[in-house]
């Protein structure tokens, strides 16, 4: 990890390590200031592997957060640290909320894509395939940020079911991320 990646990331930990509530907008500024971390990380950690590469295609930020993360940090690595961390149940609460259609995960121009969530689900919940699954929990906490981001989650109390066992996920994948580069 170079300087000003350290830099950055002490900075938006200062502002995390300020968020100590549990009112709704907290895990709402939470996420949004966890997500900044994961994002520098795995862009970082993308351009160092490039570095060591001849293949120095331009990668969409989805393909980074979510295959890219897979294979730098290992599918056995993921999931194995979401076990010991007891964040499975994590992993299977957000399964339950999109197979009971309280949230859409997959959106198009705000419409929730049905078919992609109910894929989604048989992938979060591959007790098998830990390259399925650990594709599955970095792409919730993708279509998580864009949903965020690009103005679908409301300030609604029930979405506090949604981001905090995302939240919790995002913890565990940051740390990885931390302790791979370092």
Known sequence: MNNPTLEYITKWEKELEKINGDALIDYFHRFQ???????RLY?????????NSKNQNRVSD???ATIFVRDYLGSDTIIKALEEQDQIKDVIAISK?????VFHINLKDGNGQEKFDMELVQKLL????????SRAVLSVIYNVRCNLVHGQKRLEEHQRLLLEPVQNLLRTIVSLMKDRLQ
């Open 126 to 133: 591959n007790e098998k395939d830990f390259s399925i699954r």
């Open 43 to 51: 862009t970082d950690a993308n351009r160092i592997e490039n570095l």
């Open 97 to 101: 909320l999109i197979q009971n259609k």
């Open 33 to 39: 200031t966890l997500y900044p971390i994961y994002n």
């Open 62 to 64: 989805y393909t980074m």
